[in-house]
């Protein structure tokens, strides 16, 4: 699987250094080849002696060593590599490269380089819930970083227990083996925007129209096809649900956003919209609350419509997706529903489902889909949501690879 791989293993200053250890032996167990370097920090917990030993190769550790920077450099070493992994990654790393400091040869080598990075999160479980570490996570994983973990468990030096250990070797090899798998997968190169959950439409500062949608299909489609190799946008309403792997999620909450988050993700090769868009937005929404005014009369809430962000796209004349995908969730003549849907909103075809209550399709883990598209309809049995998604990622694979 990592047969001919090249990682730049990227050690940092901390106590979990001594499992990268172990990382290296796996990996050069796949065929994958693993050249070091270490910060300062973590000459401090494992020395370069036993790193080069596993490595097989010499292992760099300072900017400025003339040796080092005559003979590969910083800027070489980061490019002669297919993949970066960064472990143990430390508050302090995680904090540079989200901010492109570059003051020594680990530092240096991330921000010089046009390779995907990995990181594997470890520090304490208060470093990692600092609100500075959740900014740079989040930066970081806008600009297209991978994370593997942290776990929860015991930490090493104090006992403590909470989210901050770093992943097993093991899960970190599983990771690189995805990454790669994903790289030569059937949407590697493709580009795809996808659309999920509900949206939040105000009636004034704290009340809003909203509707069931748990965006459980759109996000395990998000999902699906960056496991397939694919650049994912995911332009997700408001959810409860974690955010799926190598993803670059965009959140809104009302129709209007979402429409201008999708349209600011194209160009792409397809568009999926499995989002719950509200239909209708309250007219002139309210600056401040409303309050009851004493007649005993409600107030009447007069409703607009809203963009249909599919037929915008589908219609949508230059930089029209190559396969535009809608959903049509209906509790009743769900195929006429549904053609009649994908004609007026111009998409290529049309995912239906029956959400009906007694389906619990709406928030549940299973989808009985039909697929609608001009040359007819295909009936899926029962499958859980991941699984549709999956199936839904392969025909779109092969209807690319078509046209
Ligand atoms: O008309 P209906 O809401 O049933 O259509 C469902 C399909 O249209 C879904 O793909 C949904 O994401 C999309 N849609 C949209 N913008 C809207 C309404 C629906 O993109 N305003």
Redesign the pocket.
């Known amino acids: 699987m990592l047969d001919g791989k090249r990682i730049l293993l990227v050690i940092g200053g901390g106590i979990a250094a001594y499992k990268t250890l172990d990382l290296i032996r796996r990996l050069r167990e796949r065929g994958a080849s693993v050249r070091a370097l270490m910060t300062s920090a973590a000459q401090e917990f494992i020395t370069p002696l036993s790193v080069g030993a596993l490595t097989a190769d010499r292992v760099f550790t300072d900017l400025f060593d003339r040796e080092d920077e005559h003979d590969v450099g910083h800027i070489r070493l980061s490019r002669e590599a297919d993949l970066i992994v960064v472990a143990p990654a430390t508050a302090d790393l995680l904090a540079k490269m989200a901010h492109g400091l570059a003051n020594d040869l680990a530092s240096t080598a991330l921000m010089a380089t046009d390779k995907p990075v990995l990181v594997a999160p470890a520090m304490n479980p208060a470093m990692w819930s600092h609100p500075a570490t959740s900014r740079n996570v989040a930066q970081l994983k806008a600009d297209g970083t991978s994370f593997i973990g942290p776990n929860s468990g015991e930490m090493a030096e104090s006992g403590e227990a909470g989210v901050g250990r770093m992943a097993e070797p093991l899960e970190i090899v599983a990771a690189i083996e995805a990454h790669f798998a994903a790289q030569s997968g059937p949407l590697s190169g493709r580009s795809i925007v996808i ?1 999920s959950g509900p ?1 939040h439409e105000p009636i004034d500062p704290v009340r809003y129209i909203a509707n069931r949608s748990s965006g459980k299909q759109g996000h395990a489609i998000a999902e699906a096809a960056a496991r397939a190799g694919a650049d994912v946008t995911l332009v997700s309403g408001p959810v409860t649900i974690p955010d799926p792997k190598d993803v670059k999620v965009v959140r809104v909450e009302t ?1 209007r956003e ?2 201008e988050a ?1 349209n600011a993700a194209l160009p792409a090769d397809v568009a ?8 209708w937005r309250a007219e002139g929404a309210s600056g401040q609350k409303i309050k009851k005014d004493g007649s005993g009369k409600p107030p009447a809430l007069k409703l607009t ?9 589908g219609n949508g004349a230059s930089g029209r997706p190559r396969l535009v ?6 509790t009743g003549n769900l195929i006429e ?1 549904a053609r009649a ?1 994908l004609e ?2 111009g ?1 290529d075809m ?2 239906a489902n029956d959400v009906s209550p007694e389906t619990g399709v709406m928030g549940g883990d299973a989808n009985t889909v039909r697929l609608v598209t001009k040359d007819g309809v295909e009936e899926w049995p029962t499958l859980s949501k991941r699984e549709v998604a999956e199936r839904l990622v392969t025909l779109i694979a092969d209807c690319l690879k078509e046209a």
């Not at 419509?305 to 796209?313: F, V």
């Open positions: 659309t949206t129709a979402m429409l999708v999926i919209m499995a989002a719950a868009v509200a239909d419509e809203n963009p249909d962000i599919l037929a915008t796209i995908i809608g959903f049509a969730a209906e529903n849907k007026r909103k998409a049309i995912v």
